[in-house]
């Protein structure tokens, strides 16, 4: 593996607030996007799916959505796992049926982080359930619902999709 040289360092914005976490968040399906188009600083400045095919909003309980990149550096192969994880909150058949679709799909993902940006997951390789469970709770206070996380690997971590992007005319 070639070596390469850092050419700057980081400072955080002066001033500028973050909060943690995502506050919507949509699952399409990986194989119905066409084209993904990325500007030379690396945010995404289109995402073209085929004829009629969309990305769908998943409603998830507050505060419980998050993505976390994972570098892996494994027998010479330098990679990023990323996780995605949300919890449907209650319970019923018809969260079954959402879980099973989910269980079986290769997705891809747009989430929207607290700080209102945009972020992909899914660029060059899907996303799949990896984990999760389902629970009812024991108390009328707990929580109700199903964890899920999802899984994919790639080249780099996610990627920011520009501002100009109008991400609502993707779903």
Known sequence: MALCLIEDGYAP????????????????????IDTISISGNGEITGIIMQSGKVFYQYEFAEN???INNELT????????NTNV???LAN?????????????F???AVIARLRTGKYVFVGE??????????????????DASGAVITLTGAGPGP???????VDVYLLL
């Open 124 to 141: 060059t390789n899907f996303l799949r359930r990896t984990a999760g469970n389902i629970n009812t709770g024991t108390a009328p206070e």
């Open 91 to 103: 319970t019923g058949q018809s969260l079954l049926e959402v879980i099973k679709q989910i269980d």
């Open 64 to 66: 419980t959505g998050f």
């Open 13 to 32: 914005d002066c001033g500028a607030y973050t909060m943690a976490g995502i506050t919507e968040l949509y699952l399409g399906n990986f194989n119905e």
């Open 85 to 87: 994880t949300f919890t």
């Open 73 to 80: 550096n494994s027998n010479g192969n330098l990679f990023y």
């Open 105 to 107: 799909s290769e997705l």
């Open 158 to 164: 996610y990627r920011y999709i520009a501002e100009s």
